[in-house]
């Protein structure tokens, strides 16, 4: 049998390498579902709403606009045809990732993957997505879920704003579990416990999400209530809410969209010199209620497009195909938590800077088409 010369050899494995490399970066700048590049193209045309829309991408939704002098070059010098304009949103990243490399140094360089992935999808241009740094967000939220339980005390007396919403979040998906006497009445026996867990954890747009070894009673109303039974815990389902979990409690710190009531996040005592994670106030709302859904279907919507791209990729026949069902759930969770985290940030720009109005072809929201005017049944054109 006749061996393979040296250099062609060499020359396969290149190729093989390259191929590998390929195929790991999904391309999405042609997925109609990426809500955020469209909010951009909708306000490009108009100077004062883009240079709104960029300082408020620029920063967290609790912070008055250009708070920070040090935020890098001015909204009124970017365009949101630019790439320097369409990566504002990676911003409130790095402020938190400074944040954090503060009081947890060791864990700095891991986080810095996050602002990375998120600036390769953020660009309009050359929208992708790594699935080898995928595979490093990955690995950088199991360390933090890890340090997690032997932390916990010093988490909760002194830690930055991120470790504090990670732990709220990682409780609250397991139930926030305790244990309280049962209520009997004296002389009646052995007193025992009785198991009280909470609905588990609620993202800002209302979701909740429990770990499934758990049963818990669930308020569908005030008068009503729905008990769930514990189901079998499947390392797919895990792996990909901890992700989840993870991705909604970095985001949520730094960009901190409003959230409705009964979120996760407002539970957060924040500390000294710390704002409280900001509540959709329905009486002074900051956008319209028809907005706010919008952002959310628009978001999941995001997140639905993404996941199924990358869900197909890492199931399929390619070279990065993962041939692990429990890795290809977590990473298309990753992808789609992702996406859905810029939309819902950049969608909650787009409507506070337009008010909440419909802006036309020209970029004006002052130029509305005419609406009908209904009068009881009758509809007059």
């Given at each position: 049998m006749k061996r393979l010369p040296h250099s062609l050899f060499a020359l396969l494995v290149i190729l093989l390498v390259q191929a590998g490399c390929s195929s790991s970066v999904l391309q999405?700048?042609?997925?109609?579902?990426?809500?955020?590049?469209?909010?951009?193209?909708?306000?490009?045309?108009?100077?004062?709403?883009?240079?709104?829309?960029?300082?408020?991408?620029?920063?967290?939704?609790?912070?008055?606009?250009?708070?920070?002098?040090d935020?890098?070059?001015?909204?009124?010098?970017?365009?949101l045809r630019t790439p320097a304009?369409?990566?504002?949103?990676?911003?409130?990243?790095?402020?938190v990732i400074e944040t954090i490399r503060k009081r947890h140094p060791e864990k700095e360089a891991s986080l810095a993957?996050?602002?990375?992935?998120?600036?390769?999808?953020?660009?309009?241009?050359?929208?992708?997505?790594?699935?080898?740094?995928?595979?490093?967000?990955?690995?950088?939220?199991?360390?933090?879920?890890?340090?997690?339980?032997?932390?916990?005390?010093?988490i909760e007396q002194d830690s930055s704003r991120f470790a504090r919403m990670l732990l709220a979040y990682n409780k609250a998906y397991f139930?926030?579990?305790?244990?309280?006497?049962?209520?009997?009445?004296?002389?009646?026996?052995?007193?025992g416990v009785v198991t009280?867990?909470?609905?588990?954890?609620?993202?800002?747009?209302?979701?909740?999400?429990?770990?499934?070894?758990?049963?818990?009673?669930?308020?569908?109303?005030?008068?009503?209530?729905?008990?769930?039974?514990?189901?079998?815990v499947d390392s797919q389902r895990v792996s990909a809410d901890l992700i989840r979990v993870f991705l909604e409690a970095f985001f949520d710190t730094a960009f901190r969209v409003p959230a409705v009531h009964g979120a996760t996040a407002l539970r957060v005592g924040p500390k000294s010199q710390e704002s409280p994670y900001p509540e959709y106030d329905a009486d002074h709302p900051i956008i319209p209620l028809e907005a706010l859904a919008r952002i959310a279907r628009d978001s999941m919507r995001a997140e639905a497009a993404v996941t199924s791209l990358v869900g197909k990729t890492v199931r399929g026949?390619?070279?990065?195909?993962?041939?692990?069902?429990?890795?290809?759930?977590?990473?298309?969770?990753?992808?789609?938590?992702?996406?859905?985290?810029?939309?819902?940030?950049?969608g909650f720009c787009y409507f506070q800077v337009t008010?909440?109005?419909?802006i036309n072809a020209s970029g004006d929201p002052n130029e509305t088409r005419t609406a009908p005017v209904q009068t009881g049944s009758v509809t007059t054109p």
């Open positions: 999405l700048r042609d997925q109609p579902d990426l809500y955020h590049g469209k909010f951009r193209q909708k306000l490009a045309d108009n100077k004062e709403l883009a240079t709104k829309f960029l300082a408020c991408t620029g920063q967290a939704h609790d912070e008055p606009l250009n708070k920070r002098g935020a890098g070059t001015s909204p009124e010098l970017l365009s304009g369409q990566a504002t949103s990676v911003r409130p990243l790095t402020a993957i996050l602002a990375d992935v998120l600036d390769d999808v953020a660009n309009d241009a050359t929208a992708r997505i790594d699935l080898g740094k995928l595979t490093q967000v990955i690995e950088t939220a199991g360390q933090w879920h890890g340090s997690l339980g032997l932390d916990e005390d010093q139930g926030d579990l305790s244990f309280k006497a049962n209520q009997i009445s004296a002389g009646a026996g052995l007193r009280v867990t909470s609905k588990g954890f609620v993202d800002r747009s209302g979701n909740a999400l429990l770990f499934p070894g758990i049963s818990a009673e669930i308020e569908v109303s005030p008068a009503n209530s729905v008990r769930l039974s514990a189901t079998a026949g390619s070279v990065f195909g993962t041939q692990n069902e429990t890795l290809a759930a977590t990473l298309e969770t990753a992808a789609g938590v992702m996406v859905k985290k810029l939309v819902e940030h950049e008010e909440g109005k419909p």
